[in-house]
Nanobody, 121 residues
Framework: QVQLVESGGGLVQPGGSLRLSCAAS????????MGWYRQAPGKQRELVAF???????RYADSVKGRFTISRDNAKNTVSLQMNSLKPEDTAVYYC???????????????WGQGTQVTVSS
């Protein structure tokens, strides 16, 4: 069984920074893509950023230049450094990964439980 566990959310003032981390554990053979999504109240879940096992990255236009995604393939972790935070970044942030298990099942899409990020003065 695969689990994604997030950490690092919280309350920060506009212009501040936060770092989110996510660790994947369990019967993992390969993680193709790891990334972050977010969902604000009353809105649909949206992509924030993702990174592939080969090192490619993609960002939502709204976070380009402010957020940086990084990944440690050896540790099966992904992090999101968020700088110059704005009130509109307030949302629940979800870790996401596309994983093939050691038994060969998959790849399947997995989600973390979500972590709240609130940007407010």
């Amino acid at each position: 069984q695969v689990q994604l566990v997030e950490s690092g959310g919280g309350l920060v003032q506009p212009g501040g920074s936060l770092r989110l981390s996510c660790a994947a554990s369990g019967s993992i053979f390969n993680i193709n893509v790891m990334g972050w999504y977010r969902q604000a109240p009353g809105k649909q879940r949206e992509l924030v950023a993702f990174t592939t096992s080969g090192g490619s990255t993609r960002y939502a236009d709204s976070v380009k230049g402010r957020f940086t995604i990084s990944r440690d393939n050896a540790k099966n972790t992904v992090s999101l450094q968020m700088n110059s935070l704005k009130p509109e970044d307030t949302a629940v942030y979800y870790c996401n990964a596309i994983i093939t298990s050691n038994s060969g099942r998959g790849p399947y899409n997995y989600w973390g439980q979500g972590t709240q990020v609130t940007v407010s003065s």
